[in-house]
């Protein structure tokens, strides 16, 4: 199956860390991503990592992978007001195509 | 320059209009995207072209037909849509490496509204 899922809504205060979960069912993904979509906007890729990796940390970043429960998940230090926006983890396999989860939207409040 | 240009910003057509959305990279990106996104909802692949040819079509209806003419160019022309045809329309590139890590680049899209 493809199917992604996410937590629909994290509200954060200004400060604190976020963590957004991700769940997915297709074990044969190649690399996972996280994207980032402000209102009105497209969307920008903010980190990724390959499937056989557990932990990427990129500045105030980190994605966790647990491969046996299919989960993943995107911590953000320090959350700032300018983080609210949309989240979306993705999937790929060995195609051209992304699959992406069905998002999260993360307010930070002062 | 890693942007993707997107025009018209905003479109507003009828249902028996025809109309086009253009889509230009200039990062030599040999991948292009068309996706589609509803309100609260994450964006669904409609098409990729590779190399200038169609390699995944999502069995989107043919009143969506898009057109590569060429390397730097997408275009998607739109002719009788319906009003749940409106949208967020979103054009991506990466380098086409099937199996290796590619990062897509979007647009900021383009929203059509039909009436």
């Known amino acids: 199956g493809e199917d992604v899922e996410q937590s629909l809504f994290l509200s954060v205060r200004e400060g604190d860390s976020s963590v957004i979960n991700c769940t997915y069912t297709d074990s044969s993904s190649t690399y996972l991503y996280w994207y980032k979509q402000e209102p009105g906007a497209g969307l920008q890729l903010l980190t990724y990592i390959f499937s056989n990796m557990d932990m990427k940390q990129d500045q105030r970043l980190t994605v966790l992978l647990n491969k046996k429960d299919k989960h993943l998940s995107l911590r953000i230090a320090d959350t700032q007001t300018g983080d609210s926006a949309i989240y979306f983890c993705?999937?790929?396999?060995?195609?051209?195509?992304?699959?992406f989860g069905t998002g999260t939207r993360l307010q930070v409040f002062p | 320059d890693t942007e993707v240009t997107q025009t018209p910003k905003h479109l507003v057509m009828g249902m028996t209009n025809k109309k086009s959305l253009k889509c230009e990279q200039h990062?030599?990106?040999?991948?292009m995207y068309w996706y589609k996104q509803k309100a609260k909802k994450p964006p669904e692949l409609m098409f990729v072209?590779?190399?200038?040819?169609?390699?995944i079509n999502e069995s989107v209806p043919s009143r969506f037909s898009p057109e590569c003419p060429n390397s730097s160019l997408l275009n998607l022309h739109l002719h009788a849509l319906q009003p749940e045809d409106s949208a967020l329309y979103l054009c991506?590139?990466?380098?086409?490496?099937?199996?290796?890590?590619?990062?897509?680049?979007f647009g900021p899209g383009t929203r059509l509204t039909v009436t």
């Open positions: 991506a590139s990466s380098q086409s490496l099937a199996g290796a890590f590619y990062e897509q680049y």
């Open positions: 072209y590779s190399y200038e040819k169609l390699s």
């Open positions: 990062m030599g990106h040999r991948a």
């Open positions: 993705a999937e790929s396999l060995d195609t051209d195509k992304l699959i």
